[in-house]
């Protein structure tokens, strides 16, 4: 493995500022010593960088706190008035010192691994910076400054030490150590236990937990670089830092970090951060020509299979073109810095094969591991290393499928500990993000039956939530959407969990029945299951109204007059108008095409009925105002129908529309009932 090292790789992130920066016209020459004054004493109070260039930065630090001690008395000294040449030098100086903060700062915050394979870039970055430093103590204005004996005596000091190279040889022995472990890993050679210990006892990861903040800081590294090659080799030392603390210091469920908190669902992600196929942070929106919004990878993945329908709404797409959603994508990468959550997928760049090795060997580890466990604490925590592993990327889910993962995990589904179940549970719909996964699952013996459990009868809400999740993940494959659909007990506990659970997992079970309800045997289900009031009710919570009103609008499509006749009966239409006055773009656009369908196949008194809302036309103007492009068509249409019929035009082309949908319901509802 080659690790490119050029001088601006690392420090690269933080560049030269100007003296315009830091020094603006008219800035008094009293300020500006304060502020060099000020800024020496900031440098002198770091600590020095513990593993990696521990002489170099020790020796800077030393340097601030000896010149902040010239400054100070350069201001006991009151030099109110400098000349242009001296005040030039402390401007000079000022910058300097500014860069030699920002880079000791950036080296004490980076991950220790990618510090020590950029070593010769920093260290050449260090030498500039000294050699600058000692070029303006040559032209300091001594003479000008009329400084006393003791501090120009000081001032020589720090210039003769200007001059000595502060040695770190010990930090390129072990990078070369590092470079030659990743390339055996390419070589698909597994790294020497002793050697891999003494390697990362020298960077001072001792345990599970300095490895997991050091996987962290590599991710923040991924942000970092700009070109593909540099985020290929960190997400390399990413696979190496991960397979060295399992093998090193065994699995473990780690605190609640950045890491932990996403894998779990821990972080409530806003609902329009998701992508609605697989429920997963976008980092990718695209419009499709529908106007909904989806992961590229996701959606691209559901075109490439067939489908030519939008998977929310069911709409056919007009054209495939997807357009970048760049306003969310910035919004989606704030929010993410603020959540401190790496925005930037770490997807093995370029066929990294160092980090594909590296995690296949991993996983490796962790199966063989969590066949020999014992206890349930140590099953556990493996289970729990192959969750957050099935999280990162592609090539890890398949890696832990293919190693034989899904056969050990179904035994866990079962357990009575709530922890390993929704580690075992949610590993699986982790698993499941992945295509080639989605097949491995439907036909391992148990898997399915041990998902449909824990959906039915799960220890905790986020164990049934993740479960929901897991079907809603099968049923973006057409077979496999009408396999789960007609199974009762499925339709039976999706539908308790949207009544019962609290929102995140209510949220997943209305996502999956949407999914089911794109095919006509399971909509018949689940309209006898009543959907319609479950989701009705749900119309009145703003952080569901989505869900909800978008499961009713292909309910209403594909159930015929069995979903309107149960509008009816739960008196749907007042709370759907609600939803245009009050809900989101999306909500509205679903409710205005859901009450578009009611009227249509509901005939005259359904329309009578939303026609005696008060105010509906002055709602369905401002939506035909200001809606989505296919809210405004939706409004547009349901005014024309409200108007129809209060011309007493409506009746002939509803009563047609309402016999052939009776006719298509009775046949749908002998197919569902007569066995096959």
């Known amino acids: 493995m080659v690790i490119h090292m050029s001088q601006d790789n690392f420090p690269a992130r933080k560049r030269r500022p100007s003296a315009g920066a830091f020094v603006s016209p008219g800035y008094s020459d009293q300020k500006l010593l304060t502020s060099l004054f000020l800024l020496s004493q900031e440098i002198s109070s770091l600590e020095p960088l513990k593993f990696l260039l521990n002489n170099t930065s020790a020796s800077f630090i030393r340097k601030a706190r000896l010149i902040s001690i010239v400054f100070q008395d350069l201001l006991i000294s009151d030099h109110s008035i400098l000349s ?52 303006l103590l040559d032209i300091f204005p001594s003479k000008e400054m009329k400084l006393n004996d003791d501090v120009q005596e000081l001032l020589d000091f720090i210039k003769n030490h200007c001059s000595q190279q502060p040695s770190d040889s010990d930090a390129e022995q072990l990078r070369a150590r590092v470079l030659k472990m990743l390339e055996n890993i ?47 080799d960190v997400v390399a030392l990413i696979g190496l830092v991960r397979y060295a603390k399992c093998v090193l210091y065994g699995a473990s469920t780690p605190r609640k970090s950045r890491m932990r908190r996403q894998a779990t669902g821990e972080v409530n992600i806003p609902a329009d951060f998701r992508c609605p196929i697989s429920l997963d942070l976008m980092r990718d929106p695209v419009v499709v020509s529908t106007g ?32 970048p959603n760049l306003a969310l994508k910035n919004l989606i990468s704030m929010w993410c810095r603020d959540q401190r959550i790496p925005f930037e997928s770490t997807e093995n760049f370029n066929g990294n094969k160092t980090a594909l090795e590296a995690v296949k060997m991993t996983v490796s580890f962790l199966v063989n591991n969590l066949t020999a466990s014992q206890t349930a604490e140590s099953v556990n925590r493996v ?6 592993l099935a999280k990162t990327d592609s090539d890890s889910r398949s890696c832990i499928a293919e190693a034989g993962a899904l056969p050990l995990l179904v035994m866990l589904l079962g357990s009575e500990n709530p922890s390993l179940q929704v580690n075992a549970v949610t590993t699986i719909l982790n698993l499941s993000i992945l295509e080639a996964n989605k097949i491995r699952i439907m036909e391992t013996d148990g898997v399915l039956n041990g998902v449909i459990e824990v959906l039915r009868s799960g220890a905790t809400w986020e164990a049934k939530g993740n479960a929901a ?10 077979a496999h959407r009408k396999k789960l659909g007609k199974k009762t007990r499925i339709v039976k506990a999706l539908l308790d969990l949207a009544r019962l659970g609290p929102t995140s997992p209510k949220r997943d079970a209305m996502m999956a029945i949407l999914n089911l309800a794109a095919d006509r045997e399971a909509v018949g289900k689940l309209i006898e299951g009543g959907v319609v009031d479950i989701m009705g009710a749900e119309l009145t919570e703003e952080s569901l109204s989505e869900e909800a009103v978008a499961v009713l609008e292909v309910v209403m499509k594909r159930g015929g007059l069995l979903a309107v006749a149960a509008a009816y009966n739960g008196n749907l239409v007042k709370r759907l108008t609600t939803v245009l006055r009050e809900g989101s773009d999306r909500a509205e656009e679903s409710a205005a095409a859901t009450l578009v369908i ?19 036309e002055r709602v369905v103007w401002e939506i035909m105002g200001n809606g989505t492009g296919r809210g405004r068509r939706k409004a547009a249409t349901l005014l024309r129908i409200l108007r129809r019929w209060a011309a007493g035009l409506v009746g002939e082309q509803l009563n047609n529309n309402q016999q052939h949908h009776s006719t298509t319901v009775d046949t749908n509802l002998t197919r569902i009932v007569l066995p096959a």
Not at 110 to 119: D, F, H, R, V
């Open 84 to 135: 242009p040449s001296a005040a030039l030098c402390f401007e000079e100086l000022f910058i300097l010192l500014h860069r030699i903060k920002i880079l000791l700062e950036d080296c004490s915050t980076s991950s220790s691994t990618w510090l020590l394979t950029q070593i010769h870039s920093i260290s050449n970055s260090f030498h500039q910076l000294l050699a600058e430093f000692s070029t």
């Open 186 to 232: 390419k070589k698909e050679i597994v790294p020497d236990p002793r050697e891999l210990s003494e390697i990362f006892k020298a960077l001072d990861m001792n345990d599970s937990t300095s490895c997991s903040n050091e996987i962290e800081n590599l991710e923040d590294e991924v942000q970092n670089q700009k070109d593909d090659k540099s985020k290929a």
């Open 292 to 323: 909904q919004t989806y992961d590229r990878a996701s959606i691209c993945q559901w075109i490439e299979s067939g489908h030519d329908t939008c998977p929310k709404t069911g709409q056919a797409l007009a054209h495939t073109q997807l357009t």
């Open 383 to 388: 289970v729990h290393e192959l969750r957050v």
């Open 469 to 478: 999740a897991t079907i809603f993940s099968l049923t973006g494959v057409h």
């Open 598 to 616: 009611i009227c249509r196949r509901g005939g005259s008194e359904m329309v009578a009925e939303v026609a005696a809302i008060s105010g509906i």
